[in-house]
């Protein structure tokens, strides 16, 4: 059933120490490689034969396991063959088993050294070795150096004080057996050490086909030896099979050192070395993994969709991979250097994760965006929008994170998704800003445009009713205003105090159009009270221009222009939007209109200059719009700037009464009657006089109507004088010139021959000379003067 290896099976073998006792590392790594000793896990036996040099120990070996051990040549005499510790892989047997040929104790090479090496090596051997051969001839049994129970003692007890050895089976082969039977040597062997296995052979010189057979049926209890039951059945301190090199080459050099051996903690550090390696190999290899690469890419460039699932299944394969390698080492010590691996693979992921989630928010926030957009287009009430909106595109937010949720980490989301909230809370504010900014625009300008132009043109005719006016017109405004705004509030579903404080504002600022309206015509209240009394001085109650005639009371019109004036700065000096009283028009009339001393009167009484003050009583600084100082530094400037209508109006009407009264003095006019009456009967005597003084009389006034003398000396005997001067050659031409005309039209038509003087002088055949100069005097237009000339029947 179980036999040897089949000729020409290789064997692979290798130094694991040499004779100075250094430790073969890339041997036994080259070793492990080809024997592929990996991918044994727990399941490979490690055996180990000591015992006393030329004692057969490689022969029996090579005989038991198919190895290739070097053998004595018993013809060159008795010497040492093996040094330090070699290692080989059995042939033909399963599962997987190692094989140590240690060197011989008791060996005359070493010389005094030899004890020191011999613990060295049998206490590795024990260490590493899950079944150890005592190769021991049979006639030592019984000996006390010969059967090396010294060195033996030593060792176990040195394995007792130092760490709490797993079960090692030790087996006695006994060689040479003798006719005692083997019933009677085990209990000399059991005597001073634990339970043991025990073997006996027969000699290889003298009965080598019967030590063969027994040899081969020592070899069968080798098959399946980790099983239970097995000569290494038990498993529970092995180092896996990929840590075997690292815990050897670890055990010899604390051997070597002389310090305490702790098997127990020396397989957590082989556990911990070992896992870490492999974490840091699966750590590299998914680092360098092309699904994860191309993953890592393209999540920076846009969202993925079942990125999640793809990148669980990744990391899944990573540690499972881990798992499998670690299997067989401490259960601690594999599951905090997988958490390790976890934690660094879930590091090296999040970014990727962090940049997905990123993706799904934004696209997410734009969705939202745009259908929060659409509803407020498609009429949607602003809280029920923002409401809906926000709840379906959380809903959809949370669909797409738990499509991203990688398997292995347990990351909280609650920040992502409280983010993403911040995020739509934060565009529905700016929304909701925008909009009410825009209804609060839309309803300012609505204000603005009912309240700029009336308060305007209110304060433009100040009177008595202009401030109640305007706030009835600003209440009137205002109310309808505010009820339209609140209704346009009732969509934003804001609370009352928020939408008082918004109305509250909305009437504030149609206070503050009306202030500032007032405020700007302040500015302008010098033009203002100039064009008003420019108004009234110069136009009659009918509107129309005055004439300067001579009978205007001047000092009245200038009296009632001033003080409407008055009223107009009295108007704008305050702003009076409140049902309070003042005593502005009062002070100012006291101060500025009264007369002279009536004023001096009252500041001597008062001892006090009601205008030498910057504010006004019973109004507040804040609502006053000129204050008294500069209301009298107004009117003193006003004045200035009018007395010189005051002035021409007053000329005007003397020059007009001096031309009315061209007529001489009564006594004057006796005094000619007296002295002309000779005169004035010689006139009556001969009437020829009287038709040449007509004549005479019709052409003056001729001249005085297309010279206008009484018009050009309204404005005073000097400009009158060099007026009609300029305008007098050239009336004189064409009154003659048109004489001249009209002369000539009766002596064409009635009698070419006649006189023109006789024909002129005829009342019978044609016009009058008083008609025809009547005429002429009214027809003539006086060239460059600017003058027009009256109907031609206007003198008669």
Known sequence: MFGFPAKGEECCSTQLIDGDGTFNVSGIEHFIKEVKLSDCGLSYAVVSIMGPQSSGKSTLLNHLFGTNFREMDAFKGRSQTTKGIWMARCAGIEPCTLIMDLEGTDGRERGEDDTAFEKQSALFALAVSDIVLINMWCHDIGREQAANKPLLKTVFQVMMRLFSPRKTTLMFVIRDKTR?????????????????????????????????????????????????????????????????????????????ENKDLDLPAHKVMVATVRCEEIANEKYSSFAANEEWCELEAAVQSGPISSF????????????SGYDGEVLYFDEGVRSAKRKQLEDKLLQ???????????????????????????????????????????????????????????????????????????????????????????????????????????????????????????????????????????????????????????????????????????????GRVLMRMKDRFTSLFSHDSDSMPRVWTGKEDIR????????????????????????????????LTLA????????????????????????????????????????????????????????????AQEANKRNNNWLPPPWAIAAMMVLGFNEFMTLLRNPLYLGFIFIGYLLIKALWVQLDISGEFRNGALPGLISLSTKFLPTVMNLLKKLAEEGQIPATNNNPQRNPVGASMNHQNGVSTSEISSTASSGVTSSGNGTEYSSPRKEE
């Open 180 to 256: 005692t039977p083997l019933e009677n040597l085990e209990p000399v062997l059991r005597e001073d050490i634990q339970k043991v296995e025990v073997v006996a052979l027969s000699s290889f010189e003298e009965k080598e086909e019967l030590f063969k057979e027994q040899v081969a049926s020592l070899r069968q209890r080798f098959y399946h030896s980790v099983a239970p039951g097995g000569l290494a059945g038990d498993r529970r301190g092995v180092v896996p099979a990929s840590g075997f090199s690292f815990s050897a080459h670890e055990i010899w050099k604390v051997i070597k």
């Open 308 to 319: 999640g699932k793809k990148l669980s299944s990744i990391l899944k394969t990573c540690l």
């Open 348 to 522: 090296l992921v999040q970014p990727a994760f962090q940049s997905m989630l990123g993706h799904i928010r934004s696209g997410t926030l734009d969705k939202f965006k745009d259908a929060f957009d659409k509803a407020l287009s498609g009429g949607e009430g602003f809280s029920s929008a923002a409401h809906h909106c926000s709840k379906f595109y959380m809903n959809l937010f949370d669909e797409a994170c738990a499509d991203a949720v990688i398997e292995q980490a347990n990351w909280d989301m609650s920040k992502a998704r409280d983010k993403f909230q911040r995020d739509i809370d934060a565009h529905i504010a700016s929304v909701r800003a925008a909009k009410l900014g825009e209804l609060t625009a839309i309803f300012e300008a609505k204000l603005n445009e009912s309240l700029s132009g009336p308060v305007e043109a209110l304060l433009d005719g100040a009177n008595n009713e202009t401030w109640p006016a305007i706030r009835k017109l600003l209440r009137r405004e205002t109310e309808s205003a505010i009820s339209g705004f609140s209704d346009a509030l009732y969509g934003f579903d804001m609370d009352e105090e928020t939408k008082e404080k918004m109305l509250a504002s909305l009437e504030n600022y149609a206070k503050g159009v009306v202030e500032a309206k007032a405020r700007e015509e302040s």
């Open 556 to 587: 009245g019109i200038t009296k009632l222009a001033r003080s409407a004036s008055l009223k107009l700065l009295s108007v704008m000096a305050a702003i009076r939007l409140d049902d309070e009283t003042d005593n502005i028009e009062s002070t």
């Open 592 to 651: 500025l209109v009264d007369s002279p001393s009536n004023a001096a009167t009252n500041r001597s009484i008062t001892n006090h200059d009601p205008l030498a003050s910057s504010t006004w009583e019973q109004v507040p600084s804040s609502k006053t719009l000129i204050t008294p100082v500069q209301c009298k530094s107004l009117w003193r400037q006003f004045k200035s700037e009018t007395e010189y209508s005051v002035t021409q109006a007053i000329s």
